[in-house]
């Protein structure tokens, strides 16, 4: 069906960072990644070994930046709000983050997302896509 | 449910259970922990071709034993209803291993969390 068995792996990291900044974890299913990336699930499975280990190198490359980009951002919103919890590694991945991090910067930034995805800053009407 | 799995300090077991035990072929598979990759929940993965099946069971709707695909082996033991489980390996015999259990989300994080311990 034309899909890849390689891969560009920052090209990838980054549709596959879009994906889960846009629907969330759980809201992502594999077939969205599939469709993103173009890239053979078994491919996939074999580089990245599940779900998470596909977010974990999402996160762990944006983390990797000096300050963290808007996509970033979703991304720590989406690893805080659903996976730190349950995920040892991922809370050890975003504990080790935001212990370096000035926790008042952090709480301002967050808080700045939130309000910029629920789309009232700007008064948009709600047409049901994501952004 | 069509199998239980357990995590002992080593090992990750999934044991066939009832009649799938024997459409499967398996009285259970165990892959050491150095060799468990990761675990999620894919619900496409069923709707993908899953290869030939070598040794298995072709029942409408439920897929047991060892499918071949493009140089890989995989282990299914799931029913069409079923939320899959997919298990990744590495150094194994079987590339990844696809099956139904009874608390899947719970268990996909339980194999995720016991990997992340094994340093």
């Known amino acids: 069906m034309g ?3 390689s ?14 900044a846009r629907f969330g974890y759980a809201g992502t299913a594999l077939d969205d990644i599939v469709a993103a990336t173009g890239v053979l699930r078994g491919s996939l ?3 990245f070994g599940s779900k998470q280990g596909m977010f974990i190198a999402c ?3 944006g983390l ?7 996509l970033t951002w979703r991304l720590i919103l989406v690893a805080l709000l659903e996976l730190s919890q349950t995920s040892l ?3 050890t991945l975003i504990r080790g983050w935001y212990n370096e991090q000035d926790a008042t910067t952090v709480l301002t930034q967050l808080g700045q997302q ?3 995805q629920s789309g009232i800053l700007k008064g948009e009407i709600p047409d049901g896509k994501h952004s | 449910m069509e199998n239980t799995v357990e995590l002992t300090s080593d090992q990750l077991v999934v044991t066939p259970i009832g009649m799938t035990k024997i459409a499967a072929l398996k009285e259970a598979v165990r892959v050491p922990k150095a060799h468990v990759v990761g675990a999620s929940i894919d619900a496409g993965i069923l709707k993908e071709s899953k290869g030939l099946r070598m040794p298995g069971t072709a029942i409408p709707g439920y ?3 060892t499918f071949r695909k493009a140089g890989e082996e995989t282990f299914f033991n799931i029913k069409q209803t079923s939320e899959p489980v997919v298990i990744q390996l590495k150094d194994a015999r079987y590339t990844r291993i696809v099956i139904g259990v009874a608390q899947p989300r719970e268990l996909v994080d339980q194999i995720n969390n016991w990997i992340a311990t094994r340093d």
């Open chain 1, 59 to 61: 996160l762990s490359a």
């Open chain 1, 114 to 116: 939130i309000l910029n």
């Open chain 1, 89 to 91: 590694a991922v809370q």
């Open chain 1, 45 to 47: 499975y074999r580089v």
């Open chain 1, 64 to 70: 990797a930046n000096q300050s963290q980009s808007e």
């Open chain 1, 7 to 20: 891969f560009d792996h920052d090209v990838v990291i980054l549709q596959m960072s879009q994906v889960f």
């Open chain 2, 63 to 65: 897929w047991a034993g």
């Open chain 1, 3 to 5: 899909r890849k068995t």
